[in-house]
């Protein structure tokens, strides 16, 4: 009887440490507080609206809840009361989005965008969140603004994360030896319209940024990958992207859906050589099908 009983003990035990080892995360965040993302649906978002927007405040913690805090201001174009208006951060990776809501902040942004059509003060946001549960991975950095049934929409800020075995991480775009695309100069698409300038950033890197979109569709959640290779090789390096608001591009064209068509990477020096010719390829990825244009041509 009393070995029945240490055997009964022994596995309630064995049977709470593993409840604990796999919910420990979830025990970490409700003992500290801290807010937590909650995986959403995107496609169940209404984007109708461009956002302007920007990031004041950006960091990144290497502390035991891995957190992040942002803030900073957003706001879409309304005329209409935006009382009930909401301002989310979205973290959207390859699989799945989650979504963190922000406090809002009274900031009066009329005096400075007297152009636009503003309702009220509540566009400042910020917030601190734990990362703690997400899955590992690349994400991009979004955010949502919710002024009204009529008016909302989705603000890429440019930046990404990256968590893995070490924590959480700011992620900066880079070379990506895990992305292999078959490009086939037979299958170019004449509806792709980009641009894209080489610019020194540091004594070891060029930074690439340009825009890029398909005719007649948003730009809203589309990713960008570029394409490099020096002529006469076979070999091209793939590298992935930012995503940023080019309003600029979207007025010389006359048209909102190509107002999230920015784009930046950085490549390293060494792989645009001064002297040799290389063949850039911008893509663009969309619901899983990939859409590029003839290569640009460049002599480094």
């Not at 299958?187 to 319209?193: F, L, T, V």
Request: aromatic share 14%.
């Amino acid at each position: 009887m009393n070995i029945s009983k240490n055997k009964l003990i022994y596995i309630i035990f064995i049977l709470l440490f593993i409840f604990i080892l796999v919910f420990s995360n979830n025990f970490v965040i409700y003992f500290t507080g801290k807010k937590s993302p909650k995986e959403i649906d995107i496609n169940t978002l209404t984007f109708n609206s461009n956002v302007s927007l920007a990031v004041d405040f950006y960091n990144v913690y290497n502390n035991m809840t891995e957190d992040v805090a942002i803030n900073g201001w957003a706001f879409c174009e309304t005329e209409d009361s935006n009382e009930n208006k909401t301002i989310s951060v979205l973290l959207r990776g390859d699989k799945k989005t989650y979504s963190v809501k922000t406090d809002l902040i009274s900031r009066n942004l009329q005096d400075s965008f007297p152009d636009y059509k503003i309702y009220g003060t509540n566009h400042g946001y910020g917030t601190e969140f734990s990362t703690l549960i997400l899955p590992n991975g690349i994400y991009e950095v979004l955010l949502y603004d919710y002024e009204n049934e009529s008016n909302s929409g989705i603000g890429r800020t440019g930046r990404k994360l990256i968590k893995n075995k070490d924590g959480i991480k700011e992620y900066m775009p880079q070379i990506r030896d895990d992305i292999d695309i078959e490009l086939d100069l037979s299958n170019i698409s004449s509806s792709i319209k980009n641009s894209v300038s080489i610019l020194e950033f540091n004594e070891d890197e060029f930074l690439l940024r340009g825009w890029a979109f398909i005719e007649n569709e948003t730009c809203d959640l589309q990713n960008v990958f570029l394409g490099i290779q020096e002529s006469g090789s076979d070999e091209i390096d793939f590298y992935d992207t930012v995503s940023f608001g080019r309003k600029d591009t979207a007025d010389y064209f006359s048209n909102d859906l190509y107002y999230n068509c920015g784009f930046d990477t950085y490549v390293r020096k060494d792989k645009l050589v001064a002297g040799k010719k290389y063949n850039i390829y911008i893509i663009i990825e969309k619901q899983g099908n990939l859409y590029y244009g003839m290569p640009i041509n460049y002599s480094a």
